[in-house]
């Protein structure tokens, strides 16, 4: 049984000079007990205003085994070294004798909400022409059916060297175009359903499983990734100046808030990496300017309109979960380096 594992912070920096411009949450509070529910995220933004810089204040406590990851019942506390802000962590007991936790990973506090980038984790993809063309497809199904549903039999040719045991099957979705060059940068292979391989051969028999819609001939199959990808988020501005837009936006939906998905026009190849927090701006409209005449447009400026983390990176592109919004997101909006 596929088990998702909670995704915990795993790696915090030391306070140091990094602190001193830290901007606190002006209704902070001095301490807080962690409750069920919690984000490492929401945690942060009661006591700070950007709060993925948290792990610059974090004093990790040598006397509690494994202080870096934090459970329901523990004390986070606020407290001035030099004028310096830091962190520390109490245990539910608020003793600071050496201690184990004996409870599972999966009961440690999430740097996000996992339930809304579950999904995207093993499913979609994202593809390029020529990998969706190459890949294997469906031909016919069992009994003379025209679709496919779970239960149901499909054929399925170009295997091209060995078949896996799963699969799961696709079909091209949007493309992706570059915000400023409008060059492609791949398709959302839109997940359909599940198969498992019964017969191999030319066509291969599979039994289908799990679909979201039904399946049609031509739809391709990727191979079944097991279990999810896990990785340990850290939320941290990038070094470098990434500047981007909102090129997709998952589930078809037409403006954006706190905990949607979007697909950015920057992956791997521009520097994009897990865990990276990115401002995302409304794109300054242009308008007509009445008093110059003459037809004269001015485009105004952007202005921020919430902050996202990049959970997931391909080559070209990268989802993002938004994590604040203080105004409605669109297609196009700009995303930077905060």
């Known amino acids: 049984?596929?088990?998702?594992?909670?995704?915990v912070v795993g790696v915090l920096l030391s306070w140091s000079v990094l602190?001193?411009?830290?901007?606190?949450?002006?209704?902070?509070?001095?301490?807080?007990?962690?409750?069920?529910?919690?984000?490492?995220?929401?945690?942060?933004?009661?006591?700070?205003?950007?709060?993925?810089?948290?792990?610059?204040?974090?004093?990790?406590?040598d006397q509690i085994a494994n202080p870096h990851l934090i459970y329901p019942g523990d004390i986070i506390e606020l407290s001035f070294v030099d004028?310096?802000?830091?962190?520390?962590?109490?245990?539910?007991?608020?003793?600071?004798?050496?201690?184990?936790?004996r409870s599972s990973l999966a009961d440690a506090i999430p740097a996000i909400p996992i339930d809304a980038i579950a999904p995207f984790l093993n499913s979609p993809r994202v593809m390029t022409e020529e990998e969706y063309e190459s890949a294997p497809y469906?031909?016919?199904?069992?009994?003379?059916?025209?679709?496919?549903?779970?239960?149901?039999?499909?054929?399925?040719?170009s295997f091209q060297d060995g078949i896996a045991d799963g699969y799961i099957i696709v079909r091209q979705g949007e493309e992706y175009l570059d915000g400023e060059t409008?060059?492609?940068?791949?398709?959302?292979?839109?997940?359909?359903?599940?198969?498992?391989?019964?017969?191999k051969g030319d066509p291969a028999t599979v039994m289908l499983s799990k679909s979201t819609r039904e399946v049609r001939k031509g739809d391709r199959l990727l191979p079944a990734i097991e279990g999810p990808i896990v990785?340990?988020?850290?939320?941290?501005?990038?070094?470098?100046?990434?500047?981007?837009?909102?090129?997709?936006?998952?589930?078809?939906?037409?403006?954006?808030?706190?905990?949607?998905?979007v697909v950015i026009d920057r992956g791997e190849q521009d520097g994009v990496e897990v865990g990276h927090v990115l401002q995302i701006d409304r794109a300054g409209e242009?308008?007509?300017?009445?008093?110059?005449?003459?037809?004269?447009?001015?485009?105004?400026?952007d202005e921020k309109a919430g902050v996202l983390m990049v959970f997931r990176v391909f080559d070209r592109v990268s989802y993002g979960l938004v994590m604040e919004s203080s105004r409605v997101i669109h297609r196009h909006d700009v995303v930077h380096t905060p």
């Open 138 to 157: 469906v031909v016919a199904f069992d009994d003379e059916h025209i679709l496919g549903s779970p239960g149901y039999k499909a054929y399925v040719r």
């Open 286 to 301: 242009t308008v007509r300017d009445i008093i110059a005449g003459g037809g004269a447009e001015v485009t105004l400026p």
């Open 83 to 101: 004028g310096v802000p830091r962190l520390t962590l109490k245990r539910g007991d608020g003793k600071l004798s050496p201690s184990i936790r």
């Open 19 to 61: 602190a001193n411009d830290i901007k606190l949450n002006p209704s902070h509070p001095d301490r807080y007990v962690v409750v069920k529910g919690d984000t490492l995220w929401d945690i942060s933004a009661r006591f700070l205003q950007t709060p993925w810089r948290w792990p610059d204040i974090w004093q990790a406590n």
């Open 182 to 199: 409008g060059e492609s940068l791949g398709f959302e292979a839109v997940y359909i359903a599940e198969s498992t391989v019964e017969l």
């Open 231 to 261: 990785q340990n988020y850290f939320p941290h501005a990038p070094k470098s100046n990434i500047r981007g837009q909102i090129v997709g936006i998952v589930d078809g939906v037409s403006k954006v808030a706190k905990y949607d998905v």
């Open 1 to 7: 049984m596929k088990k998702l594992l909670v995704l």
